[in-house]
């Protein structure tokens, strides 16, 4: 029998962050639905929206031809798509706290413009939106998620993978990213992965190149985690590791116990949420939700 896509177990790199973090949070953020709406839920907040923001802004100018690629001024685009996030559908409780986490974005698309870098230069494309694979046939799971930006090294008809950071704090060393992205690059088009870096859109004016782990060791490494993650949604098993809960769970428990505000449905279907105050700190929840 063929292997079924819609019967698999789909992980990403963002989904098994957050079963890393609490296995709570994972089936809060990417299983449970809410029984009103059928919908799943999100909670947002500053950091959240301007890091969508200027990924927005930054990720569409891959599709556009190099000479053209400026032709249209980055801050009107990001002035255009901030309306999408302002006020508390972005998660901003006063116009103070909204205006500051403005001007950090803009004060990143303005180091883009000054140093464009690889944005100005080649860049390759993939054919689908959500680039996926089957992680292993065997266990029905599949891996996922979205890239920011292929450099296209035309010298040596190869990629760097670059992912956009707008938060003000490094990636871990052990992190799972980068071994993911080199694993969808690598199965997903043709060309050679020579490289891989981050971009400190706020700490500095080009990415920062770290180094490829071994291709088979990134894949048992993500298998790993994503066999975890298929045993838990089989038992429906998903308990946090702190007894009173943690960080990751508890602004999610605020919504189920209806202390929460609703302030939207977003693209991906879900119910966006806001609470009190603004949860997500600078180092937890700056990527976009795949």
């Known amino acids: 029998m063929p292997a079924d896509k819609f019967s698999a177990v789909w992980v990403s790199y963002s989904s098994m962050s957050d079963f890393l973090k609490c296995p709570r949070s994972y089936f809060l953020k990417n299983v449970y639905r809410d029984p ?66 403005k001007k950090r974005g803009e004060t990143m698309i303005k180091r883009v413009i000054a140093h464009p870098g690889p944005l100005a230069r080649l860049a390759v494309k993939m054919k689908e939106d959500l680039p996926q694979f089957w ?5 029905n799971i599949m891996l996922c998620g979205k890239i920011d930006w292929l450099e296209y090294l035309k010298d040596r008809d190869a990629v760097n993978i670059i992912d956009f950071k707008t938060g003000k704090n490094q990636e871990d060393a052990d992190s799972l990213q980068l071994s993911i992205y080199y694993l969808l690059v690598h199965n997903c088009q043709k060309r050679n992965v020579e490289k ?11 990415p920062i190149e770290y180094a490829l782990p071994e291709l088979d060791d990134a894949k048992d ?45 977003n693209g991906y ?22």
């Open 36 to 101: 009103n709406t059928g919908h799943k839920i999100q909670l947002t907040g500053p950091a959240l929206s301007l890091g969508q923001t200027v990924h927005e802004v930054l990720e569409g100018l891959s599709i556009i031809p190099t000479d053209k690629r400026f032709s249209e001024p980055l801050l009107d685009k990001y002035e255009l798509l901030w309306k999408k996030v302002t006020g508390k559908k972005g998660g901003f409780l006063t116009p103070e706290i909204e205006d500051l986490y």
């Open 135 to 139: 992680l292993s046939e065997e266990d």
């Open 196 to 206: 891989a870096s981050y971009w400190y859109l706020e700490l500095s004016d080009e």
């Open 269 to 290: 279907n879900q119910d966006v949420y806001i609470i009190d105050r603004d949860y997500f700190d600078e180092g937890g929840a700056e990527s976009i939700i795949l």
């Open 221 to 265: 490494r993500i298998l790993e985690v994503a066999r975890q993650i298929k045993v838990a949604r089989a038992l429906e098993r998903f308990k946090c590791p702190q007894v009173t809960g943690c960080s990751a769970c508890k602004p999610f428990e605020k919504i189920l116990r209806g202390e929460a505000e609703l302030v939207g449905v």
